[in-house]
């Protein structure tokens, strides 16, 4: 189906076992970790439970990719599709991890990069994710796309963003895919 899609400074390439220590690494470095789920375990942890995942990949229930730099190759963070509601033609999106060695634009390019690969190549007619309510510039990142704030709790605001509102916004934004 797909084993990369690139932009035009970062790249998304599917998830292997061997990326275990550099994604144990993000998840425990405190300055990344602050808005997402705790991890237990070490990197032989990990790495199970990507071999666990790479079958929920073959079955196209969920995808998680490694982002990296096209200049160096470089992993730099990680980003997950899941919790496809086939009903409503939706998907989450999450487990958005950047470093410190990110390029100037690797968020906007790496959210562009979900967008088309969700929205174009598997078809699906909206996103629907959360954010941590004091995650504020992630918030502040989804609302600039459009997204749509639907409902909130204690923790968390709940958003969708549907398709055609992303093919509108990304026709201002192109020039960050090639």
């Given at each position: 189906?797909?084993?990369?899609?690139?932009?035009?400074?970062?790249?998304?390439?599917l998830v292997q076992p061997s990326d275990a220590e550099f994604i144990y690494n993000l998840r425990v470095n405190d300055n990344l970790n602050k808005y997402l789920s705790s991890v237990s375990g070490g990197v032989e942890s990990q790495r199970q439970w990507i071999e666990k995942y790479k079958e929920k990949e073959k079955d196209k229930e969920e995808f998680y990719f490694i982002i990296y730099r096209k200049d160096t190759q470089e992993s730099i963070g990680t980003v997950r599709l899941y919790d496809f509601i086939k009903d409503e033609n939706s998907f989450c999106w999450g487990s958005?991890?950047?470093n410190e060695n990110k390029t100037r634009f690797s968020a906007l390019e790496s959210a562009l990069l979900v967008y088309e690969l969700a929205f174009k190549k598997l078809d699906f007619?909206?996103?629907?994710?959360?954010v941590r309510k004091n995650n504020i510039k992630v918030i502040g990142f989804h609302e600039k796309f459009g997204a749509l704030k639907i409902n909130?709790?204690?923790?968390?605001?709940?958003?969708?963003?549907?398709k055609s509102d992303y093919l509108e916004y990304s026709k201002n934004l192109i020039r960050f895919l090639n």
């Open positions: 189906m797909f084993e990369k899609i690139e932009a035009k400074t970062v790249g998304l390439r958005w991890i950047l007619k909206q996103s629907h994710f959360d909130e709790d204690e923790l968390d605001y709940f958003f969708i963003y549907k």
